[in-house]
C-alpha cells in the first residue's frame, strides 16, 4: 500500500505552490506529507477578486451590495461568527450591517423584521446567525427570508433548487467545500467520495453537489460517487468507506474521527469539523474531527483545521451576497 | 461466503407468506432462492386500505378526492400510463379525469390550463405525464402545478421539504421503494445501501429518505448507509460497492447491469428499471436491471420486473392523491 505514496511524490513536488513536507517514517525512509490546502490562502485570493469584481460593479453606477446580518441574544461564538463576516463583507466592499436583538425576542417580531428586509430594495442579502433561542421556529425563519436574498442557501426553495442542479444559493459552508476542490484541483469525476455528516447545511448539501451531473444547469454538480456516511454507520463501515474513497468530506464535530488508517495512500482529506477543546496543558485550542498529524502522513491533501475551510466559509458568503445582488439588479 | 446463504435460509423459511424456492445448484446441495418481494400483491392490500379509508373519508361528508391528469401528444407507453393510475383512482374511489392535448399544443396554453386546475377548489390532485413534446420546459410546468396539489411530488417546493426532512409529497416511485422495504420489514438501520442511478425522480429521492434520520418530522428517513452510483462510476467500483450493500435500489433501464457476483449473500435487491426488450425468439418483454435468474439464487430479497415497484408507484400515486384530498380540506 504504502509504495503507491511513492508514486505521488512526483506529482506533488511538481506543484511547488502547494506547501509540502518530507519527513522520516520509523524506519528512517523520506516520506512526503500531504499537500496542505490552505483555506485562508485561498479565501484571501477569492476575497481579492471579489474585491475587484466588486469595485468594477460600483463604477458603472450599481450601489454596493448589501448585506443584513440579524443576530438574536449573547452567544459569544455567534457575536464572533457575525462579527467575522461583517468585517469580510466590509473588507471586499460589500455594505453590512448588524441588526441584534435580544434573546428575549419573539418569533413575530422577527419574522416581520425579516419581512420589512425583504421588502427593502437597498438590501441584497439577509443571513440570520444560527442556532436561535429556544421558542423560536428555525425553519419557520429560515424560510421567512426572500429565497433571492438568502445568502445562506437555508430556503425550502434553494435547497429544492440545489437538489434539483438548478442554479441557485448554496449553503457558504458546502460551497466552500466544492469551490476548494475545483481550485485544488482535486479530480472528482468518477471518483469514490465519502460525506461523514449529513446536516441539512453542511453534509447533505455537499454530497448533493458531488454526486451531480456536471453538465447539469448549476455547473456545480462533480460526478462523484457518494457514500453518505452518519452517526449510525457502524465504525467497521465508516472505516471501509472512508479507505475507498478518494476524497473524505468530514463534518461531524467529533475530534479524531478520521483516523490514520482509515485513509487510501494519497486520497484528499476535506475537514469541516470545528470544536474547541481543551489540551493536556489546559490550553484550549480549535481541531477538527482528522487526527491531522497522523493523516497529513498518509493523504495526498488535506485541509488544516483552522485556516482551511472556516475561511472559506466566509469568502463564498461573500460571494454568495454578490451573486444575490447581480440577481437582484437583473430582476429589478 | 456461501454458508451465510443457509443460516437466512430458517428465517427466510419462517414467514411463509413470502414466495421462496428450493432449487440445487450444480454440486447438487440444495438452496433457497430468494424471498421474491410481490409488488402486485402489496399494491393490491395498498389499494384495499386505501379503498376503505376514502370510502369512510366520503361518509363523513367530505366530497371523493379529484385527480386530474394531464397528457400531451399521443405516446402510446404515456397513454397506458395514464390509463392504469386512471383505472385504479377509480378503483379505490378517487374522482379521475384524463385532459388530452394535442402534441402542438404551446407551453404558455399548458401553463394556463394548470393554472385553472390550481385555482379549482374540486381538484385535490394534479398529475401532468412526462415526457412532454419538445418545446415545452417541463421543469416550468412541474414548478406550475401548486405544490399542495403535486401529487407527483416533482415541484422545487416539495423536492426542498423532502430534502430538508420536511412532511412532503414523495415522488410516486421512490415512495413505493420505501413503502416496500417498510412494509416487507427489510432492515435499514446502519445497513449499508446502494442507489443505482441519480434521477430527481427516482434515484436522488430514494437516496434522500434511505440515508436521513428516521425521527426527523418526515417519518422517511431509512438511517442507512448510502452510496450513490451513477453513469461515472467505474463498473470495478460498482462491482465493489453492490458487493458491500445491504440493499440495493436500482434504477438506469439497463437490462443485466446488476448481476449475482455483485451481490452479497442475503441482500435485498429493488428493481426500479424497466426496459422492453426483443429475446432471441423475437419475443418482446418487460425487463429490469437485474440479471434476475442468477440474482433469485444469491439475493436474500429480491422484486419481480413487471410486478414488483412498477404497480406499486401507481398504488403510492392515490396515497399521495388522498394525502393532498385531506390536507387541502384542512387548509380550505
New interface residues.
Partial sequence: MRQSICLRIVSTLVNTTMRSHTYFDSLGSARIMARVLDGKALARDIKDELKIKIHNWVNIGHRAPSLRCIIVGNDPASHTYVRNKVRAALEVGIEAETIKYDETLSEETLISAIESLNQDKNVDGILVQLPLPNGINE?KVCNTVAPEKDVDGF????????????PTIVPATALAVVEMLKRFKIET??R?AVVVG?S?NVG?PI??ML???GNHDSRLGM?A??????R???PE??E??CR?ADIIVTATGIPKLIKANMIKPGATVIDVGITRITDEQGKTKLVGDVDYDEVVKIAGAITPVPGGVGPMTVAMLMHNTFQAAQKLRDIN
Fill in positions: 425553519r430556503h425550502i426553495t434553494n435547497v429544492g433548487q440545489l437538489s434539483l442542479d438548478m469525476y468518477g469514490n449529513r441539512k447533505m454530497a448533493m454526486h451531480s451531473d460526478d460517487t457518494v457514500t453518505i456516511c452518519h449510525y454507520t457502524p463501515q465508516l471501509l468507506h475507498n
